[in-house]
């Protein structure tokens, strides 16, 4: 038995991992992994004009936003501009797309083999998807000549490598997933968003002059990260009972087994404020091709009231929208996934039930009413973290951060994910572990 340490039980659970050859090996790779990431994301690709793309991102925030997620990939135009976010595209139009095509539907219930053939359709589908966005991308720059040069040559040649650029992310991703620690796909999307925050920190060093106002932004930032730990472990626990037989001096007696279905306040994850995010921001992308800074029009329009970062009382108009969609697709979501698990079907075919509950219609209906109630708690979690930059600029008037209430849900995310692996190799060899 290993002796007690008197070092922090977080920084002993530290030195245990990485004492541990295996495991070093694995976080070893994942750092490696990383590393050549933010290399990838530092090769330009032709035809850039920096000053006029700083210009450019300075003052459409909604570039600036989406190029936080790509850990100022966007903002250089490399090969790695839009991450691995073609392929999330493409993997939840896959989720959308199982239960209502039925040789799909087939292919799911085929064990792994089935979810790797669907995986492959995913990464054929994220091929046409990132080359769509790398062309819209594309002809946002020339527009406002941030790429100078231009030509159907150059054209193909910066769209097949924007395509390459996301692809070989992807594969980034999976090594880590295979020989790593941690979802790879995640863990190369929290590296993007990482690596923007040394930006917001030096933002916020713009904001001295009102410093009672940083502290609450500040204060406001920490309360949400609580929360989003809180509700992210939060679930509801179902008991259950499954009866087995068990033999005894040659006869056969009946067992009661006692357990439980931990069902999650939010079971949905971060992919409703991806749905929401997404749909709020595909007017003012789409209106931003038809601006003419000459001639304001409908376009200015739409891109003004389809803007995160315009002033009340429009600014509500975006806001309350993204609320609403947010509550509407976490219900959505996770309605899909619990019709996917097929909860009441499974504990029937395994022999379990709900004390007090018939099985069959009754305990369906008592699951579906559970998962209700508690997704209220969650969706309404979810479109308060939706809000929050907005809630956090408005009462404390700091306007210099642009902080992501989806990435402060993903960092979070991603951290508690892999220290739960770490936790679990670190049990597995009788070591204590992160969590308590």
Same mark, same amino acid.
């Given at each position: 038995?290993?002796?007690?340490?008197? /070092?922090?039980?977080?920084?002993?659970?530290?030195?245990?991992?990485?004492?541990?050859?295996?495991?070093?090996?694995?976080?070893?790779?994942?750092?490696?992994?990383?590393?050549?990431?933010?290399?990838?994301?530092?090769?330009?690709?032709?035809?850039?004009?920096?000053?006029?793309?700083?210009?450019?991102?300075?003052?459409?925030?909604?570039? @600036?936003?989406?190029?936080?997620?790509?850990?100022?990939?966007? +903002?250089?135009?490399?090969?790695?501009?839009?991450?691995?976010? $073609?392929?999330? &595209?493409?993997?939840?139009?896959?989720?959308?797309?199982?239960?209502? #095509?039925?040789?799909?539907? %087939?292919?799911?219930?085929?064990?792994?083999?089935?979810?790797?053939?669907? !995986?492959?359709?995913?990464?054929?589908?994220?091929?046409?998807?990132?080359?769509?966005? @790398?062309?819209?991308?594309?002809?946002?720059?020339?527009?406002?000549? %941030?790429?100078?040069?231009?030509?159907?040559?150059?054209?193909?040649?910066?769209?097949?490598?924007?395509?390459?650029? &996301?692809?070989?992310?992807?594969?980034?991703?999976?090594?880590?997933?295979?020989?790593?620690?941690?979802?790879?796909?995640?863990?190369?999307?929290?590296?993007?968003?990482?690596?923007?925050?040394?930006?917001?920190?030096?933002?916020?060093?713009?904001?001295?002059?009102?410093?009672?106002?940083?502290?609450?932004?500040?204060?406001?930032?920490?309360?949400?990260?609580?929360?989003?730990?809180?509700?992210?472990?939060?679930?509801?626990?179902?008991? =259950?009972?499954?009866?087995?037989? =068990?033999? /005894?001096?040659?006869?056969?007696?009946?067992?009661?087994?006692?357990?439980? #279905? $931990?069902?999650?306040?939010?079971?949905?994850?971060?992919?409703?404020?991806?749905?929401?995010?997404?749909?709020?921001?595909?007017?003012?992308?789409?209106?931003?091709?038809?601006?003419?800074?000459?001639? $304001?029009?409908?376009?200015?329009?739409?891109?003004?009231?389809?803007?995160? !970062?315009?002033?009340?009382?429009?600014?509500?108009?975006?806001?309350?929208?993204?609320?609403?969609?947010?509550?509407?697709?976490?219900?959505?979501?996770?309605?899909?996934?619990?019709?996917?698990?097929?909860?009441?079907?499974?504990?029937?075919?395994?022999?379990?039930?709900?004390?007090?509950?018939? $099985?069959?219609? !009754?305990?369906?209906?008592?699951?579906?009413?559970?998962?209700? /109630?508690?997704?209220?708690?969650?969706?309404?979690?979810? %479109?308060?973290? %939706?809000?929050?930059?907005?809630?956090?600029?408005?009462? &404390?008037?700091?306007?210099?951060?642009?902080?992501?209430?989806?990435?402060?849900?993903?960092?979070?995310?991603?951290?508690?994910?892999?220290? +739960?692996?770490?936790?679990?190799?670190?049990?597995? /060899?009788?070591?204590?572990?992160?969590? +308590?």
């Amino acid at each position: 038995m290993r002796q007690k340490s008197s /070092r922090p039980r977080l920084l002993q659970a530290m030195i245990d991992a990485f004492s541990l050859p295996d495991l070093r090996k694995r976080i070893l790779i994942t750092v490696g992994i990383l590393v050549i990431f933010r290399f990838v994301s530092h090769v330009p690709l032709p035809g850039l004009e920096a000053d006029k793309l700083k210009d450019l991102f300075e003052s459409n925030a909604l570039l @600036g936003m989406l190029d936080l997620f790509s850990g100022g990939a966007m +903002k250089q135009f490399s090969v790695a501009s839009m991450g691995v976010y $073609p392929y999330i &595209t493409a993997s939840i139009i896959m989720i959308l797309l199982v239960p209502v #095509i039925p040789k799909l539907q %087939a292919l799911s219930q085929e064990g792994e083999a089935g979810k790797n053939k669907i !995986n492959l359709i995913t990464h054929w589908l994220t091929v046409p998807l990132a080359g769509l966005s @790398g062309y819209g991308q594309l002809i946002i720059l020339q527009r406002s000549e %941030a790429v100078g040069a231009s030509g159907p040559l150059l054209t193909v040649t910066i769209v097949i490598s924007l395509i390459a650029g &996301t692809m070989f992310l992807v594969w980034l991703g999976e090594l880590i997933t295979e020989y790593g620690i941690g979802n790879g796909i995640s863990i190369i999307i929290f590296g993007g968003i990482v690596a923007g925050y040394p930006s917001l920190i030096q933002e916020g060093f713009l904001a001295k002059e009102n410093i009672v106002g940083l502290f609450v932004y500040i204060a406001i930032v920490l309360v949400t990260v609580v929360l989003i730990v809180i509700f992210t472990e939060a679930h509801r626990r179902v008991p =259950v009972q499954y009866a087995r037989s =068990v033999f /005894r001096g040659g006869r056969m007696y009946r067992q009661a087994g006692t357990t439980h #279905i $931990p069902l999650r306040v939010n079971s949905a994850g971060m992919i409703p404020l991806i749905f929401a995010m997404s749909i709020m921001l595909f007017p003012g992308i789409v209106a931003s091709y038809f601006v003419q800074p000459d001639a $304001p029009g409908f376009a200015d329009t739409i891109v003004r009231w389809f803007n995160p !970062n315009t002033d009340l009382p429009i600014g509500l108009f975006y806001w309350g929208l993204y609320f609403i969609l947010s509550v509407a697709f976490t219900f959505f979501y996770t309605i899909i996934t619990y019709q996917q698990q097929d909860l009441p079907g499974t504990l029937q075919r395994q022999g379990g039930f709900i004390p007090g509950i018939r $099985p069959g219609k !009754n305990t369906a209906s008592y699951i579906s009413g559970v998962i209700n /109630r508690i997704t209220w708690a969650g969706a309404l979690f979810l %479109a308060f973290v %939706a809000v929050m930059p907005f809630l956090a600029r408005t009462v &404390t008037n700091v306007q210099q951060i642009q902080l992501s209430s989806l990435g402060m849900l993903i960092v979070v995310g991603v951290i508690l994910d892999t220290m +739960k692996q770490l936790e679990a190799q670190l049990v597995m /060899r009788r070591y204590e572990g992160f969590i +308590k």
